[in-house]
């Protein structure tokens, strides 16, 4: 069985180290030039029922918990005036919670656990066509070509696998701009004092400007606005950015004023909640390939719990991977639907114009919780 996987993402990874500890070999075609060719963004807090347990039986969980900091699981929200609404603060020490880590490290752990040669660099995939007997003829960028019998697609938002399984649409549900201060804690003390050792959120009508630690001392600084009214290409600058918080706690919008360079603009999209497809045979998706969704902390998460189960299946039934294809695909849908939901859903409060309110109500405790 000739595995090949689109995509050395979090999910490509996962799934080849996986199916490696299993004894079953895979491909990943990776269209980055190598590990370090593209910044690989801020942090990512990991749960323990889906990307923990990944980790675990990928055999990374001693590696992980040497390298996360459950320290930056330490978040505040604030209001424009700068008043502290919620404040988490974490057992010190413990991994009890979801631990962050830097995405970066936590892909290089992942890259150091598949055997050499596994990722093939510089491999863009660009066409995938059915064989008359079974398996596919890989097209990539400048002309390589290779075969397979299955073909996993972990190859993101944009997918090119996805187009052989659904024509599901992508909206676009919210605008991105990015921002970095390196060494902050020499360069700027107050604003490394303001965002602490983990995630800070400051929370307007219709609006966020939120901040986080990285590993290496930097801050990571994104603002968060709606797709509706809001044409992405006019925040080129960080005056247009400063001029959408006018009136907000200066202590606050220095995050803006402090960022290196100009912001860097991303549409975030989604697919609908829900999406299914009819089974093909020798082909499946996993990550945001197959449920790209609002980045609510739930993406990597899944991703890494679809390609546990994805390589488990294949593991029990190597004999016919149809089968454990099906079988992961129908498990897959039924986990994905309500936390696809849960995200749209969290995003739509999050950039409401009422999400101040929303939030502390969101995070007020159950009458259960103490
Ligand atoms: C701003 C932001 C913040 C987020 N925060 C969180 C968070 O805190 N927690 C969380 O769980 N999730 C978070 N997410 C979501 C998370 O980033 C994704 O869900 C996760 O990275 C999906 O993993 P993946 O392996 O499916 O895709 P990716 O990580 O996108 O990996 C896809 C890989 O495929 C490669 N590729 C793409 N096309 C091709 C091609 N044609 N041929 C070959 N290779 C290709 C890419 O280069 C990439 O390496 C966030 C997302 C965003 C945008």
Known sequence: MRIAIAG????????????????????????EASRSARSQGGLLDLHPESGQRALDEAGLTGEFRSEARP???EHRI??????????????????AGRPEIDRRVLRDLL?????????????????????P???????????????CDVLVGADGARSVVRS??????????????????????????DLAELVGPGNLWC??????????????????????????????????DKHALLELFDGWDPRLTALIAAGDGPPTLRRIEAMPAGTR????????????????????????????????????????????PGAAIRAYEAAMFERIHPVAEMSARVQAMMLSPTAAEDIVRFFAPRPTER
Do not use: C, K
């Open 8 to 31: 050395g993402g979090l999910g490509g990874l996962t799934l080849a180290r996986i199916l490696h500890r299993h004894g079953i070999g895979a491909v990943v075609y990776e269209r």
């Open 71 to 73: 320290e930056g699981e």
């Open 78 to 95: 604030l209001d424009p005036a700068g008043r502290t609404l919620v404040h988490h603060r974490p057992e010190p020490g413990s991994f």
């Open 111 to 131: 890259l150091d656990a598949v055997p050499a040669g596994t990722v093939r660099w510089g491999h863009r995939l660009v066409a995938a066509t059915p064989r």
């Open 133 to 147: 007997g079974g398996g596919f003829e890989l097209g990539f960028e400048g002309g390589r070509e290779a075969g």
């Open 164 to 189: 052989l399984l659904t024509d599901a649409p992508l909206s676009h549900v919210a605008t991105l701009a990015e921002l970095g201060i390196a060494d902050a804690d020499r360069r700027h003390p």
């Open 203 to 236: 929370v307007g009508a219709s609006r966020i400007l939120a901040a986080q630690r990285l590993g290496d001392g930097g801050i990571r600084v994104g603002i968060s606005l709606p797709a509706d009214g809001h044409p992405i290409d006019a925040y080129r």
């Open 277 to 320: 497809w009819a089974h093909r045979p020798g082909l499946t998706l996993v990550g945001d390939a197959a449920h790209l969704m609002p980045p609510v902390g739930e993406g990597a998460n899944q991703a890494m719990l679809d390609a546990a189960e994805l390589a488990a299946a294949l593991a029990a039934d190597s004999a016919d």
